[in-house]
């Protein structure tokens, strides 16, 4: 312990240099608000990372230097803010606390376990080290963060800054007469915003989260087009995500302010208070200056409305309203307002209340009515044919807001997984918003009823008797339904709100499907046209069954974000596992690409991916996109396909394999390209490294190389079976295989997978391992009673002489012979020959479990070789690698070829150009080089413009 406080203590430094998380603002290098590449900066919250784990702003915890040092109790580390121009980010401070440990006064202290400073026998208190005080709980702090909301308008953007360049004056700030309505809603550490903008505001390109000081704590960038959600309702959506503490201390305590901006000169903000009637929050309303108004008196006045209403016995509305600009300069004191509720085509109204405004302010004020309703007024307001008026009581035409009541600001969906309440195959999901007319938009997939003509219907389960409200069935076609409900009423509104409303799907048959709405937040992936629905892989009917919905989208800066909901698991905190699969398009054979996204519990997961490489989300964009759900063990629960929209610029420049988009994207004939590693064949395109059967000789291998496609005819193994049990199957396989095993090869499908390559019962066949070719030294079989791929060594004759006089006729020799035998070439080889690095026989002082455990790697080809060892890998028919070098490294092997540096190519092409001999050994060089010096060659002579193009 002493010798890692010691170490600890040395490498305090390098801790405080080291783990230093950038944000925004560190990118930034410009001093005014926006970018002009503004569609490309990435967003990285303000947190910081030490190692592997995030940790949020205010955070402190121990150093965990991994082994073989472990957790140093004595280096305690924090997440502080720093504040950098006019941005807060995040940065890790460490520092040794073995010099506060207190003086003890016993004779024999003790240090226990976890613990940094020693203590006296019997006191477990004295420890300077205390970790983060005791915080609320995740709900507790939810209830405490809830009801935020803000307006948005000149009067009331006030300057954090006096060196802001903006001011309140109309004449500085260009959008002094926008206006904006924002609801804020906290959920699992995140901050959730929406707002409404007037008619006449356009949508803003950057949002800032700041500080009573100014300080931008958060910002991100508006996407101009918005989503598929934020289109159909004319909201801006958002989040931010993982809101550290002292920034949601700030939220709490109504000091932390909201702005949009448009330009540096067009900025609007706006202090997040609490509203409580948002609570019961039905329909919305954002209220601007009428035609005819006062402009000089009403320049950058508005206002935004909370409506909620109850259709019960006595039916009733209840707004409230928070607003500026309908006072006169002498209004000083108990000014009377009137809120009118009003059908603005047919000039009736429904109620007209007069309020006192006591203290007029400039900025914000608070004002309420309550009123009964007829059926008839409140079906008007449900449809959005109402709208909600403030005027000044002494000058009404020269001092009025108005605006429709529609559906309320608040960016939600309400999304239900449809599940059978007996063993069954079926599952489904629905979901459903209301879109800026007010129609309910909603859909339905269900699966395993296609064949039951199910009915769909939406049922209000709030009351004693579940009652049926609407019948989706017409629209339902091959297990989908999609459409929208234009006047959905207060019977099926209020419902909806208080989450009493179920979609439930009956068959003729007796199954039965059921799922109650809920709400959510929309954002990132929730801004998309629909969930997917995760396929069961148990095939059985089961109860309960899981079923699962996801939604994904791809946002500016080319990142996937997902969000996951699960039913039906048997145990809510199974850890399950999320994997993202893509597939090429047309390249048979090809390895798909698979990874792990996330690990997680419970039923519902948020989270984003980036770093997908253009290729990836052009599949994804394509629809070959999978994701599947596993438990621990990788076992398949869920999966489906999923398809969701890329912006172009996350695009390749080229379609995966489709010849038509690359001549649609490029306008050229496509080409083989060396720096990205695309190889172009038959009409197809194909990625590093990537391994395919020829179209046009189908027992040819062929794969990708430095962006050069190669191709190696299909070696045969030589027989044991004489000819006239030999046949050639009729499966594709390219060599005879031999008979007499009791099955029939020649047309049987059972057989095994190797590398993507299907291969028959009994069938055998040398490996093929690009970029060496086929293997002709080792021969895999297909067992055909046990369908098992086995690749045994060739076992050579033992050696007469001395290993170092042996010697190989050629490269593709599998033997070596001694001086005075005669060379025969082809006979079976040593699989594994020995590496110069050290293999098992020459280590033998370790077992090969004491290497692994220490660190040391695995390796097919001489393994395994200890922690830290480097190696040139050997193929069996080719000898060693030269070019090529490996590394053990904790567990993992990496091997890279050797990169030849351009001055050691110009005097290669020197010396060649002279007749002189090559170094030795720069062979690999030499190879490389040439290769280069080619492409460049095609390449410069391609783009080259001779005298006859010129004139």
């Known amino acids: 312990m002493r010798a890692h406080e010691g170490f600890a203590a040395t490498l305090f430094p390098v801790l405080v240099a080291t783990f230093v998380c950038p944000s925004t603002s560190e990118a930034r290098r410009v001093a005014p608000l926006l970018e002009d590449d503004w569609a490309r900066r990435p967003h990285r919250a303000a947190e910081c990372t030490f190692g592997k784990q995030i940790r949020e702003l205010g955070s402190t915890w121990f150093a965990d230097l991994g082994p073989p040092f472990g957790v140093m109790y004595c280096i305690k580390c924090e997440c502080i803010p720093v504040q950098k121009k006019r941005r807060i980010v995040a940065r890790v401070q460490c520092r040794n606390i073995k010099n506060e440990c207190p003086k003890l006064n016993c004779e024999e202290p003790v240090l226990l376990p976890g613990r940094c400073c020693k203590s006296c026998p019997g006191d477990y208190n004295a420890d300077i080290v205390q970790d983060l005080p005791t915080q609320m709980t995740s709900e507790e702090e939810e209830r405490s963060l809830k009801h935020f909301g ?46 409404y903008l007037s008619a006449s505001t ?70 997040l208070a609490r509203y409580k009637a948002l609570s019961s929050e039905q329909f919305s309303s954002l209220l601007e200056p009428i035609p005819g108004v006062d402009r000089s008196l009403m320049a950058g006045s508005g206002a935004t409305a909370i409506v909620s209403a109850s259709s019960a016995s006595a039916p009733s509305v209840h707004v409230s309203l928070f607003f500026n600009g309908v006072f006169l300069p002498n209004d000083v004191a108990d000014v009377p307002i009137i809120v009118q509720l009003e059908h603005p085509d047919k000039d009736y109204v429904v109620l007209r209340e007069e309020i006192i405004i006591k203290k007029p302010s400039q900025e914000l004020n608070f004002g ?56 069954s195959v079926a599952s489904g999901l629905a979901w459903a918003f209301l879109d800026r007319l007010g129609a309910l938009r909603y859909g339905v997939q269900l699966i395993g ?65 059921r799922g109650r709405l809920v709400q959510r937040p929309v954002a990132d992936a929730r801004d998309t046209a629909a969930p997917v629905l995760l396929r069961r892989l148990n095939p059985e009917p089961v109860f309960p069954g899981p079923v699962g919905l996801v939604w994904a989208a791809v946002d500016l800066d080319c990142a996937l974000h997902y969000e996951v909901e699960i039913s039906g698991l048997v145990t809510i905190d199974k850890t399950l596992k999320l994997y993202l699969e893509t597939m090429p398009l047309l390249a048979q054979g090809a390895p798909v690409s698979r990874r792990l996204l996330e690990e997680f519990t419970g039923p ?12 990836e989300l052009y599949r994804i964009e394509s629809g070959i996109g999978f994701l599947e759900v596993t438990d621990k063990s990788g076992n398949g629960l869920l999966k489906a396909p999923f398809k969701t929209r890329a912006p172009l610029s996350c695009l390749p420049h080229y379609a995966d394999n489709d010849v038509a988009s690359v001549v649609a994207y490029n306008l050229h004939p496509p080409r083989s390209d060396i720096e990205t590693g695309t190889c172009f064949h038959e009409t197809r395109f194909y990625e590093e490294g990537t391994q395919w059967t020829s179209a046009s000789d189908p027992c040819s291998m062929c794969h990708c190389y430095r962006g050069l496609a190669h191709c190696d005819p299909v070696p045969c193994p030589t027989l044991t079976c004489p000819p006239e049990q030999q046949v050639k199957p009729l499966t594709g396989h390219c060599c005879p295989i031999c008979t007499g095993n009791g099955t029939d090869n020649t047309t049987t499908t059972s057989g095994c997978t190797l590398a993507g390559q299907h291969h028959p019962a009994g069938a055998s066949w040398h490996p093929y391992l690009p970029p060496a070719g086929f293997d002709t030294c080792a021969i895999c079989s297909c067992d055909p009673v046990t369908l098992e791929v086995k690749c045994p060594r060739m076992q050579c004759p033992t050696l007469e002489c001395d290993e170092k006089v042996a010697f190989r006729v050629d490269k593709k020799a599998c033997c070596r012979q001694c001086p005075t035998a005669t060379a025969t070439p082809g006979l079976a080889g040593d699989l594994l020959p020995r590496d110069q690095a ?18 040391g790697c695995k390796y097919p080809m001489g393994g395994p070789y200890e922690n830290g060892r480097e190696w040139h890998p050997r193929i069996h028919s080719h000898g060693e690698m030269k070019c090529v070098k490996c590394r053990c490294k904790n567990g993992e092997v990496k091997c890279d070829r050797k990169r030849c540096p351009r001055s050691l190519c110009n005097s290669i092409a020197h010396q060649m150009k002279r007749g002189g001999a090559v170094a030795e050994g720069d062979d690999c060089c030499t190879a490389q080089c040439r290769r280069a010096r080619r492409h460049h060659r095609a390449h410069h002579q391609k783009h080259s413009v001779t005298p006859r193009e010129l004139s």
């Open 449 to 513: 009823l296609e064949d039951e003509s199910p009915l769909v219907t939406l049922v209000d389960e709030g009351g004693k008797r579940r009652t049926e409200l609407e019948d989706l069935t017409p629209s339902l076609v091959g297990g989908l339904a999609n459409g929208s409900l234009e006047r959905p009423g207060p019977r099926l509104l209020e419902p909806l709100f208080n989450g009493e409303l179920s979609v439930v799907t009956a068959s003729h048959v007796g199954s039965l499907l």
């Open 838 to 855: 050290g293999t098992p026989a020459t280590s033998g002082r370790r077992s090969s479990e004491e290497i692994l455990a220490s660190g």
């Open 202 to 271: 356009p949508r803003p390109r950057t949002l800032q989260f700041v500080d009573t000081s100014g300080n931008i704590l958060e910002e991100q960038t508006i996407n101009p087009g918005g989503g598929i959600y934020q289109n159909a309702t004319g909201k801006l959506c958002g989040v931010w995500r993982r809101v550290p503490r002292d920034y949601r201390k700030l939220l709490r305590e109504e000091r932390l302010h909201v702005a949009l901006i448009w330009e540096p000169s067009a900025v609007l903000t706006g202090n």
């Open 368 to 423: 309420e009515v309550r009123s009964a309703l007829s059926g008839a007024d409140l079906r008007l307001l449900t449809r959005g044919k109402l709208a909600v008026s403030i005027s000044s009581k002494k000058d009404p035409q020269a001092l009025k807001l108005s605006g429709l009541v529609g559906p309320r600001a608040t960016c939600d969906m309400y999304q239900t997984l449809l599940s059978s309440e007996v063993p």
């Open 604 to 615: 519902t997961l948020e989270g984003s991916v980036t770093g997908l490489s253009p290729v």
């Open 150 to 195: 803000t307006l948005l308008t000149g009067k009331a953007s006030v300057p954090l800054r006096r060196d802001d360049p903006t001011t309140s004056s109309p004449f500085s700030n260009n959008a002094y007469n926008y206006i904006a309505t924002g609801r804020f809603t906290f959920h699992r550490k995140n901050l959730y915003y929406s707002f």
